[in-house]
């Protein structure tokens, strides 16, 4: 799939997305990139991005990820991300995926097989992540149709997210017990209410100029998900701290302008 599908759903003249850059997609890394990215758009979801062959693999996960054995999470296969996406966290004002992206968890992966490909081919890939959040044994598989339903339409696009019995697995709800961002520490109020959101932009620039009704939408989403607090004296403490990766995932360079 590479970047073509992504760079195909998007204007790259309104969204501060990055458009992905060639010389990234053909660097060796030393070790492999993964992110979960909470985003609010048309729906509340987690895009689940493993870093294989110079791009971001992707699944978005309507529920996010869960860290019981026992819960099959449903991860639809989407298009392709450039790898500098891995570390976005902001406004995306307008065009496809408009709202807000929140950085929920970052780490470094590693393949339980020998071949990625042969297992993406056959649709079953076990991992190790080693993020904030998610740790240990997982595993991606390909199911039948919309969530495995018998006479389902079959397009291939539909996996599961499953964590395996390891000492990482638990009945924690890990989306409401660390609901909030690893980059910026804060919520999806939070990071809009920033004064300088840490934004990729093309080199194209964007024009912005639905912004205004796209963040409405967006508030209007968020009162459903976070509602204003009670009062505002006082900051909202962040979630307890989930352990920190073993190993930072390695710096990369960035084509970016700001």
């Known amino acids: 799939m590479a970047l073509e599908e992504y760079r195909r759903k998007r204007d790259f003249t309104k969204t501060p997305e990055p458009a992905g850059d060639t010389k990234a997609m053909t660097r060796k890394a030393p070790t492999r990139f993964f992110c979960v990215q909470k985003h609010l758009a048309t729906a509340l979801h987690y895009d689940f991005r493993i870093e294989h062959n110079g791009v971001l693999l992707s699944w978005a996960v309507p529920k996010g990820p869960s860290l019981d054995p026992g819960t099959k999470r449903l991860a639809m296969h989407v298009e392709d991300h450039p790898i500098e ?16 992206v929140m950085l929920w968890d970052v780490g470094t992966w590693e393949p339980e097989t020998d071949d990625i490909d042969a297992s993406l081919e056959k649709g079953d890939l076990k991992m190790r992540l080693d993020g904030y959040k998610l ?32 000492e990482w697995a638990g009945d924690v709800d890990i989306t409401e017990f660390a609901p909030n961002s690893v980059k ?21 620039g964007h024009t912005g100029d639905t912004a205004l ?22 900051k909202t403490s962040a979630p307890a701290a989930a352990t920190k990766p073993t190993a930072a995932p390695a710096k990369r360079a960035r084509a970016k302008s700001r």
């Open 135 to 166: 740790k240990g044994s997982w595993v991606l598989v390909r199911t039948r149709g919309w969530g495995g339903r018998a006479g389902a339409k079959d397009d291939g696009r539909s996996w599961l997210l499953i964590k395996h019995k390891d």
């Open 213 to 234: 009704e796209t963040l409405t939408d967006v508030l209007k989403k968020l009162d459903k998900i976070e509602p204003v607090p009670k009062t505002t004296s006082a």
């Open 184 to 204: 910026s520490a804060g919520s999806f109020r939070e990071i809009l209410a920033q004064e300088a959101p840490d934004v990729w932009l093309s080199n194209r």
């Open 85 to 100: 996406y891995g570390e976005f966290e902001g406004v995306i004002p307008e065009g496809y995926g408009a709202g807000v």
